[in-house]
């Protein structure tokens, strides 16, 4: 209980920082390819300074025991003393389309120490490119958070994974890919409650594969895009980002655009959704918010919860019990 305690007084810094990862491509716009180094795109892996574990971990969460032909590259990623007296991360890489992606995972020590599988989450980060990628700390943030085990991608074409970002394109496939290992590979993963987290252009990548993928129970989207279109007009500076990454203006392949917009397709998402969204957010315009929750409200169970500043992808400490709440309800 104590543990508890001390973790809990600094989650509050420490999602504001996964925040600012989380959604940081957003804040200019930028074509990060002219500043990307070949070691972000590289499929050479480099493992993590290894950390050891405050408690014995049971056989069935020991992840190191999964290293095999689909999920390799295995190694113990090295948190800071509070987050790893709450949970163990790994970094690992697995195949998409024949790509190599590199993923995360962290198990916290609640169910790490059991023979009992764990529900899960997967965090979908925010950004293009190298941009917003994944930090060795992200999914370890979320973990403590939640008490729940949580994966995270960072999908192809930045943070050390082979091939093209194209922004909900193809690249959705890392995310349906990492959901089928948790479900056929990881047999310490409970799929009953699977939940989705995304964050900014997390959404692209989230609202997506719900639409196909029936695994996915829930969603939390913070920042979330939901139109495309309006993202291509309200911000002159994502516009060569969107044309670079999905290949197209809106005007060339509309129906690219609204494939990766829920806003057009809401009536299919038939599970819960949990959105914040601040209303002078300058990265994702707070409308896609109003109006995919006026739409969604009408066919499943939706909330919004709005704040009058002008961060992006920022959840507010009072709001973490609502998280817990909407993770654990029926």
């Known amino acids: 209980m ?4 001390l973790i809990a007084t ?3 810094a420490m999602l504001v920082l996964l925040s600012l990862t989380a959604c940081q491509s957003q804040n200019s716009g930028k074509n990060e390819s002219s500043s990307q180094t070949e070691s972000e795109t590289s499929a050479d892996i480099e493992t993590t300074a290894e950390s050891t574990s405050p408690v014995e971990i049971s056989d069935l969460y020991n992840f190191e025991k999964y290293e095999s032909s689909d999920v390799f590259n295995i190694s113990k990623v090295k948190l800071n003393e509070k987050l790893e007296n709450t949970c163990v991360s790994y970094q690992f890489t697995y195949y998409s389309d024949g790509l ?20 899960c989450v997967m965090y979908n980060h ?11 700390h992200t999914t370890a943030v979320v973990c403590a958070l939640c008490d729940r085990i949580v994966v995270g991608s960072q999908y192809r074409g930045g943070g050390g994974s082979e091939g093209k970002d194209e922004f909900g394109g193809d690249d959705l496939n890392d995310v349906i890919k990492l959901i089928d290992l948790c479900e056929k590979q990881f047999s310490f993963v409970d799929m009953d409650d699977f939940c989705v987290i995304g964050a900014s252009r997390g959404g692209v990548m989230t609202y997506p594969a719900a639409r196909q993928d029936k695994r996915i129970k829930r969603i939390i989207a913070s ?5 495309l279109f309006e993202s291509y007009e309200s911000r002159d500076d994502m516009k060569s980002v969107l044309e670079e ?3 197209c203006t809106p005007q060339e392949k509309p129906e690219e655009y609204k494939k990766r917009s829920a806003i057009y397709w809401a009536d299919e998402i ?11 957010d300058p990265q994702v315009s707070y409308k896609q918010a109003e109006e995919l929750y006026a739409k969604l409200k009408d066919t499943t169970d939706c909330t919004l919860i709005t704040y009058d500043d002008d961060l992006h992808c920022n959840i507010r400490e009072e709001d973490y019990p609502k998280i817990k709440k909407f993770l654990n309800s029926k």
């Open 2 to 5: 104590k543990m508890r305690k």
């Open 100 to 119: 190599r992606i590199r993923g995360y995972i962290s198990i916290p020590y609640s169910l790490a120490t059991t023979q009992k599988p764990g529900k």
């Open 245 to 247: 990454t999905i290949g």
């Open 10 to 12: 600094v989650l509050s």
């Open 270 to 280: 038939k599970i819960p959704v949990l959105i914040f969204h601040s209303k002078n």
């Open 223 to 227: 920042s979330a895009v939901s139109d």
């Open 126 to 136: 925010g950004g293009n490119r190298g941009y917003g990628k994944l930090e060795d």
